[in-house]
C-alpha cells in the first residue's frame, strides 16, 4: 500500500480579532517554514477566517503552506444568496481545500450531514479543491459506546452518493476529533486515537474500497499540542492532526509540524 502524506492543518476558528495580528501571525509562520522546509516534510494546512484567505495565500506564498477555508456556501455562485462565499470563489482565490463539518458549525449552527454532504458534492465539483471532513463523538456517545455507530454514520451521510473514482488522496481527508476533546485541554490517548482511526478506515473501506480507503489520510483533533503530538502520529492509523488553540502561534503550530 502506499505510504500516506502526514497533513499537518491549523484550524484559526475565529482568530484573530483584526487584519493586522492576522497579517503578524502570518508573517511569523512564513518565516518559520521558509527557514527548514525539506521535501519529505508534512503537507501544511491553515484554515483562516474568509477576510484572511488572500493575505494568507499572499504571506504564506513560496513556504509550501497551503490555504483553506473553514466553510462553505450551500449554494453555488453565482447567485442571489446574501452573506454566503462558493466552493467556486474559495478555489478561484487558490484555495486547496474547505474544512467542512467541524463540531463547532454542526453543534452552533446546524450544520446537519445532510447539509455537508451537498457541500462536499460542491468543493469536488471544483477541480483542485479538497475537503477536510470532520467527524466525532459526544463525551455522551463516547461512554455509552457509540463511538463506531456515530463516525459510521457520519461517513455514510456526508460522502453519500460520491463513488470511489471521485476520490483522491488529496481531494478527501478525514479529521477525527472526538468532541470532548476539542477545546478541553483533554486529548485522546494515542491509543484511543487509533483505535477510533481503525473504526473510521473500516467504514471507508465499506464505502470505497480497501485500497481507497488505505489512501485517505485521517487527522487526529482535539487539544493536540507540541508536548503530544509527537505519540499521537507514532501511531499507524494517525495520518496527521488539525489543531485549533495550538495553531494560534507561530512556534507552537511549527513545533507541531515539525512533530509529524
Ligand atoms: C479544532 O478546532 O478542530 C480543535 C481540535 O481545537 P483544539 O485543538 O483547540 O482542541
Redo the contacts with the bound molecule.
Sequence with gaps: TPKRVPVMAG?W?LNPNTLSDATNLLKLIASNFLHHRSASDPEVVIFPPYPFLMPALELLEGTGIKVGAQNCALQESPGAFTGEVSASMIRSMGCDYVMLG???RRTLFGETDAKINAKAHLCLKQPGLGIIL?IGETLEEYQSNLLESVVEMQLKKGLAGLKAEDISSSSLII?Y?PCW?????I?ATPQQANTAHMAVRRTLTKLFGADVAQSIRIQY????KPDNIEDLMAMPEIDGA??????LTADGFTRIVDGA
Design positions: 484550524n476558528k467541524h463540531s463547532e470532520c479529521a476529533e476533546a476539542i477545546n478541553t485541554g486529548a483533533g482535539g487539544s493536540v488539525l489543531v485549533g488553540g495550538a495553531s
